[in-house]
């Protein structure tokens, strides 16, 4: 008789097999690219990496959450990068990663340009600073205007089993919110920054406008 595969951190033999081919970062990063986006239009969620799989869609939190725990799955630590927003925005969340002693990062966003970054950075801050310029709200304002000091390291929510819980992960986001984050902006730059150009602002919001174009179509029955 075939033994049954062992579980890993409690996942079952289709996630595991799920996760067993998302052995790099270019291929988890693959895989949320194909996930929908989680636009929460029945309220609130943070799907846990399970329930990402179980729904096959995500938002931005949710997709560095399961960013993380496929690395974790193969050996390397679960981290998170937090960018925080001024408070006509909203803060944004990445999975970051070493590789030959730099920085990449894994994530899913509505804004082109804001999820994968390869592994060339040689600290945190420069990985951070690389969203900087297209991190701008509705207005075309920049709005970045800090970053976690550290990477959180998910393994300190083992005990609630974040990777397989069916709970949502809110205590994640409230973490995230208190861990110390280093300020980008000396006092009386942010009156000064330039607002994005209107080409710029056009090609981050690709997928934006693209959605409303889809749910006009649906609208009209096409």
């Known amino acids: ?45 943070f799907y846990s990496p399970r329930d990402v799989m179980k729904h096959g869609k995500a938002d931005c939190v949710e997709s560095a959450v399961f960013a993380a725990a496929a690395l974790r799955f193969h050996g390397f630590p679960p981290l998170l990068l937090d960018l925080k927003a001024n408070s006509r925005d909203s803060d944004h969340v990445l999975a970051v990663f070493r590789h030959n002693g730099c920085w990449g990062a894994m994530g899913k966003s509505k804004y082109t340009f804001f999820a994968y970054r390869e592994p060339v950075y040689r600290t945190i801050r420069e990985l951070a600073m690389s969203y900087f310029e297209l991190y701008f709200n509705y207005r075309g304002e920049k709005t970045m205007r800090s970053f976690s000091a550290r990477p959180l390291n998910l393994a300190r929510f083992d005990d609630k089993e974040w990777m397989t819980s069916k709970k949502h992960l ?40 693209r959605k409303r174009l889809l749910d006009k179509l649906k609208r009209k029955g096409y």
Not at 5 to 18: D, H, L, V, Y
Not at 33 to 39: F, S
Not at 171 to 197: F, M, N, W
């Open 170 to 209: 809110f205590y994640i986001a409230t973490y995230l919110d208190k861990i110390p984050h280093e300020k980008i902006l000396k006092r009386g730059t942010a009156a000064s920054l330039r607002k994005v150009t209107p080409l710029d602002k056009e090609a981050g919001e690709l997928w934006i406008r």
């Open 1 to 45: 008789m075939k033994k049954k595969p062992k579980s890993k951190f409690g996942f079952s033999e289709k996630e595991q097999r799920i996760l067993s081919k998302l052995d790099t970062p270019k291929k988890i990063q693959d895989y949320v690219d194909r996930l929908e986006y989680n636009l929460e239009e029945k309220g609130e969620t």
